[in-house]
Structures are given as C-alpha cells and as structure tokens.
C-alpha cells in the first residue's frame, strides 16, 4: 500500500508501477483508494485538478464526513463523482471507519488497472523482458560495504 497524502496526482505513480519492467515483475497495482471529503469535496474537485485525476483513476472512493451534509448535498455530491467515474465503488465512511477487507481485492472486482491506459497513452507492454544477467548469477556481486572502513 502507498499513501499519497494530500493531492497525489496518482497517473505518475501508477505509470512507475505498470511501466518499469522490474517493479513490473515484482509488484501488483490492486487499485487507487481515494478519499473524499463529503464536506469540502465539491469545492476542493473546482480548484484542484489534482482531487479530479484521484477521483477519475479510483477503484474505490471513501466518502468521508457524509455525516456533517445533508442527504441532499451529500446526494448531489455523489452525483457528481459518478459523472467523474462510472465504475469506481463508493462506500461511506461511519465516523472515520471503514471495513478494511474493502481495501483489497479491487482488481479482482473488475479494477481498471488491469487493463490501464499509462498517463501518456501507451499500453503497459506483454512482452517478457530478458534478463541481462545470467543465470548462474541471478545478481551482481558487490563488495561489502564495510570492506573499505574509512581511515
């Protein structure tokens, strides 16, 4: 899990993910979590283009402080991140807490990523990458680092 606090624009972060070929191999983007703020979310989504991207790119969306709106705004709110994504799950958070099984699993529930568009337009590539190393020596070898203390 990588946390973003604040305004993360998350496409750079999942174009590191998707297209560097060792991160590639070793990790799995499962979605974007986004949280937003029921009460100061319409306002922060005019100013921060920022807040539209994490809206846009989310598997799942966390409603936040949908206690201190009415059900009309809080509605009207909603309607607003459909109309940003259409296939991102919204779930209210009940005074801070969410369940937490609801965090994972999202690419398995029809996430996005999987079939990403990177930022820039290209496809994240199928092809295997051929390891410039051999295979009797998976890794390099590099001298210990204290083999050379400091006099």
């Known amino acids: 899990m990588i946390e973003t606090t604040g305004l993360a624009d998350p496409g750079p972060i999942l174009q590191t993910f998707l297209a560097d ?15 937003v703020d029921a009460a100061n979310g319409p306002d922060t989504l005019d100013h921060q283009f920022e807040a539209v991207s994490q809206v846009a790119m989310a598997e799942l969306l966390v409603l936040s402080k949908s206690d201190l709106v009415t059900q009309q705004a ?8 459909r109309d940003l994504n259409q296939t991102a799950r919204i779930i209210k958070a009940e005074r801070g807490l969410i369940p937490v099984a609801s965090l994972w699993g999202l690419a398995v529930c029809g996430g ?18 051929r390891s410039t190393t051999s295979r009797a020596s998976p890794r390099p070898r590099h001298p210990p680092h204290d083999a050379n203390p400091p006099t």
Do not use: H, Q
């Not at 070929?21 to 949280?35: E, M, S």
């Not at 809080?74 to 991140?81: I, S």
């Open 74 to 81: 809080l509605a009207a709110f909603e309607g607003r991140l």
């Open 21 to 35: 070929p060792y991160l590639a191999r070793k990790f799995r983007v499962d979605g974007v979590v986004t949280v």
């Open 112 to 129: 996005r990523l999987m079939r990403a568009t990177l930022w820039n337009g290209s496809r994240p590539s199928k092809r295997r990458i």
